[in-house]
């Protein structure tokens, strides 16, 4: 999938989850801590949005990320440091559950907002070494561990030394 068509995509279901809700565009930009004409671009499928946006997007809207990408396998979103690929997302009986391919690049970490009470996060480190969780409550992993936490924190990942790390993520989002 090309990167217009995920941006189209994510811009009809972001204008679509807004319409049903009764949101205005300055309400969910107020909601989500985005610029009102990014919001709007993003609506219009004219802008692609990083990972940040999408999360504080979804997290204003209450959708998990998957929903936003049209639950298609394959797309991918990136931030500064972290790339996430959607490999499968399925919802039954109001649970929805999200398996990406996590890819963190060497520096800084990535700082993710909360997701909720309902949501968890599972990683299973499969290369490198890395410190995720909850912010004050990291684990360092390397390849072939894993940990769980609660994403109602802030929660931040990192790989660790000058090697990419990388892990499968698995996120259970509870309506």
Do not use: C, F
């Amino acid at each position: 999938m090309g990167s217009e068509e995920l941006s189209s995509l994510i811009g009809e279901r972001v204008r679509t989850a807004r319409a049903v809700r009764g949101l205005s565009l300055a309400a969910l930009a107020r909601q989500a801590g985005v610029g009102k004409g990014s919001l709007s671009e993003i609506e219009n499928g004219t802008r692609n949005p990083n990972l940040s946006t999408l999360y504080a997007l979804g997290g204003a809207l209450g959708v998990p990320l998957s929903w936003l990408l049209a639950e298609r396998a394959g797309a991918e979103v990136h931030s500064p440091g972290i790339t996430a690929r959607l490999l499968d997302s399925t919802t039954r009986d109001g649970v929805t559950i999200e398996v990406y391919l996590l890819r963190l690049d060497p520096g800084s970490p990535y700082v993710s907002e909360a997701h909720g009470p309902n949501v968890t996060e599972h990683l299973v480190l499969t290369r490198g070494s890395a410190r995720v969780g909850n912010q004050g409550n990291e684990v360092a992993l390397v390849a072939g561990d894993a940990t769980a936490w609660t994403a109602d924190h802030e929660h931040s990942y990192q790989a660790l030394g000058d090697d990419v790390a990388e892990g499968v993520l698995v996120m259970r989002w509870q309506a």
